[in-house]
Antibody, heavy 121, light 108 residues
Framework: QAQLVQSGPEVKRPGASVKVSCKAS????????FTWVRQAPGQGLEWMGW????????HYAPRFQGRVTMTTDISTSSAYMELRSLRFDDTAVYYC??????????????WGQGSLVTVSS | EIVLTQSPGTLSLSPGERATLSCRAS???????LAWYQQKPGQAPRLLIH???SRATGIPDRFSGSGSGKDFTLTISSLEPEDFAVYYC?????????FGQGTKVEIK
């Protein structure tokens, strides 16, 4: 059964960078991509971007372009999301999810447990 | 960019009642790319429905999805205590994914 386990909480200063990891198990790593979604406190879900399992393709939501990098590492079956130039409003829970794509549709399943990133001075 | 608008914002119902949640797109979208997720407090979202009407693995049949064009619906036929949560619709198009703002289903 597919499972994603994310790294622990982080506290960062404004202007710093954070890198969140997402370790996959229970399926063939390169057969699926990864997507990242964040959720600010008390708010809804915001899609950030996706990266292919083989790390060859990626696409970011326009508002994060230039500030985010998403990668995968086949050797560790892990996906990573790095966000730079952190601001106070980047405080959120960051989720990874397996990206399912095909002619029959696209969806996110399963999801990691989430990683809280707090930006504080 | 397609905007998804969910209504109502909050739905107050009792266990056993039927819940009808709406998701309206700013323009016509493909059914294949419309999904629904459930999120309980302190938990990650969980996939309920993909392709507008296909239940994900392990999802009870009291959950059903329908719709086409701009209008989509998630129906919970008879609410169980564990169904009180926030529900999000999601769309994919033009290399972008987007979510509706969510509908909270709360106990009346």
């Amino acid at each position: 059964q597919a499972q994603l386990v994310q790294s622990g909480p982080e506290v960062k200063r404004p202007g710093a960078s954070v890198k969140v990891s997402c370790k996959a198990s229970g399926y063939t790593f390169t057969s699926y991509g990864f997507t990242w979604v964040r959720q600010a406190p008390g708010q809804g879900l915001e899609w950030m971007g996706w990266v292919s399992g083989n790390n060859e393709n990626r696409h970011y939501a326009p508002r994060f372009q230039g500030r985010v990098t998403m990668t995968t590492d086949i050797s560790t079956s892990s996906a990573y999301m790095e966000l730079r130039s952190l601001r106070f409003d980047d405080t959120a829970v960051y989720y990874c999810a397996r990206l399912v794509r095909g002619v029959w549709g696209t969806w996110f399943d399963p999801w990691g447990q989430g990683s809280l990133v707090t930006v504080s001075s | 960019e397609i905007v998804l608008t969910q209504s109502p914002g909050t739905l107050s119902l009792s266990p056993g009642e039927r819940a009808t949640l709406s998701c309206r797109a700013s323009q016509s979208v493909s059914r294949a790319y419309l999904a629904w997720y459930q999120q309980k407090p302190g938990q990650a979202p969980r996939l309920l429905i993909h392709g507008a009407s296909s239940r994900a693995t392990g999802i009870p049949d009291r959950f059903s999805g329908s719709g086409s064009g701009k209008d989509f619906t998630l129906t919970i036929s008879s609410l169980e205590p564990e169904d009180f949560a926030v529900y999000y619709c999601q769309h994919y198009g033009s290399s972008l994914w987007s979510f509706g703002q969510g509908t909270k289903v709360e106990i009346k």
